[in-house]
């Protein structure tokens, strides 16, 4: 088991992968927040298609939105619908594999480990 002088040493030593690690904790504990910048960006905002976004266009330009496709899932999930579960699941993997996925690489440069 690692002492605390061993971890304060590897955070003084990785200030930026503490960081990172840091920010990706905080995504797993409120995935909602990252979930719903995500979808808000092209325009699947909380009150629906956002006007003269790139949601709007591109669902105007398709002609009709059938029930269960691709625009009305996202609309669906920015509004935080039944599937918004499922978005937010998958940033919580995203945010745990890419931790993991950082600290791998940081392992094999660096001869401090634990």
Do not use: C
């Amino acid at each position: 088991m690692p002492n605390f002088n061993s971890i304060k040493h590897w955070i003084a030593a990785h200030r930026l992968q503490t960081a990172f690690h840091v920010a990706m904790g905080g995504v797993v504990l409120r995935p909602d927040v990252v979930s719903a910048l995500m979808l808000d960006l092209p325009g699947f905002g909380k009150l629906g298609i956002r006007k003269d976004s790139i949601a709007s266009r591109s669902m105007s330009s398709s002609g009709s939105v059938p029930a269960g496709g691709i625009y009305a899932t996202m609309q669906s999930v920015g509004m935080g619908g039944p599937r918004s579960v499922f978005a937010e699941n998958a940033v919580r993997v995203i945010a745990v594999a890419s931790s993991i996925t950082v600290y791998v690489i940081s392992r094999g440069r660096s001869g401090r480990r634990f």
